[in-house]
């Protein structure tokens, strides 16, 4: 084993105090996120089947190198943190699937000005926060001046999300793009 194939993972506290952040050297899930907020609702993740396993996750986050993980409140992060960081080390390191590959169909819709405007200003300005955070988030629409987007990860159910969508996320669209009237969000 070479030194480019060890893989570590250390944990990373999120504003949401039931979330937690396990970040890794390798890339985990490129390109995409998935979101599982219950056992029931997972599909075609081997790697989120697995965590589920745990009597004390409730929720799983995939996205780019890191994992972030909802746990019951029954539980104190300080009991099961090891465990956890383990498990994701070692699930990593013997190269085993994250999530079954389908393929996707892309529409040929074309987008409005205005929408290429508010996609651009996520991805610039606040997909990179809110990663940071342990969560996602990705447009959903635009109609009639309201802009929707899903929020996912940590910051589904993260009593300051609604404070990040209000005060950062709504206060930077209606200043950059005059359109925009109200941002809304809906848990992924």
Known sequence: MTIDEIVTVYSEAT???ESMKFVSNKMILANDSVDFRSKDKV???PFATALFEFPYVKGVFI???FVSITKSVDYEWFDIIPTLKKFVTEYLQEGKEIVIEKAVELSDEEESEVVKKIKQLLDDHVKPAVEMDGGAISFKSFNEGVVSVVMKGSCSGCPSSTMTLK???ENLLKR???EVEAVEAEAG
């Open 167 to 169: 005060a950062g996320i």
């Open 43 to 45: 599909q075609d993740s």
């Open 176 to 178: 950059m793009i005059p």
């Open 63 to 65: 996205m780019n190198n």
């Open 15 to 17: 504003p949401n105090p």
